[in-house]
Nanobody, 112 residues
Framework: QVQLEESGGGLVQPGGSLTLSCAASGSAFGINAMGWYRRAPGKEREMVATISSRGLTNYADSVRGRFTISTQYTKNVVYLQMNSLKPEDTAVYYC??????WGQGTQVTVSS
C-alpha cells in the first residue's frame, strides 16, 4: 500500500519561494516516477513536474526555470522547490507516484 503525504504549502507573496515535500510510504519508491500536479480554482488538474526513477525531469512550460523537482531516496521524499512564485501558481498541489497514487494535496496561495 502506497501512501503519500504532502507538506510545505502556505501563503507567500509574489516573487517569494516555497518548498513542498512529499513523504512516501511503501517499497515502490525509487522504482516509479514521481510527480507534482496542481489544480487551480475552476481549472483542470495539470502536471507541474515529474522525475523518473533514473532522475530524468520534466516540467510544465509555465514553471520551467522557476521550479525544481528532486528526490531523496534514502528518506522516500520528493521535493518541489518553487521560486519566483506568481499569483497564477495559486493552486492545490498534489504529489503522485506513477500518476496512480495521490496525496491529499497542499494549498499554495501566492498573493500580496
Amino acid at each position: 500500500q502506497v501512501q503519500l503525504e504532502e507538506s510545505g504549502g502556505g501563503l507567500v507573496q509574489p516573487g517569494g519561494s516555497l518548498t513542498l515535500s512529499c513523504a512516501a510510504s511503501g517499497s515502490a519508491f525509487g522504482i516509479n516516477a514521481m510527480g507534482w500536479y496542481r489544480r487551480a480554482p475552476g481549472k483542470e488538474r495539470e502536471m507541474v513536474a515529474t522525475i523518473s526513477s533514473r532522475g530524468l525531469t520534466n516540467y510544465a512550460d509555465s514553471v520551467r526555470g522557476r521550479f525544481t523537482i528532486s528526490t531523496q531516496y534514502t528518506k522516500n521524499v520528493v521535493y518541489l522547490q518553487m521560486n519566483s512564485l506568481k499569483p497564477e501558481d495559486t493552486a492545490v498541489y498534489y504529489c503522485s507516484m506513477a500518476a496512480v497514487y495521490w496525496g491529499q494535496g497542499t494549498q499554495v496561495t501566492v498573493s500580496s
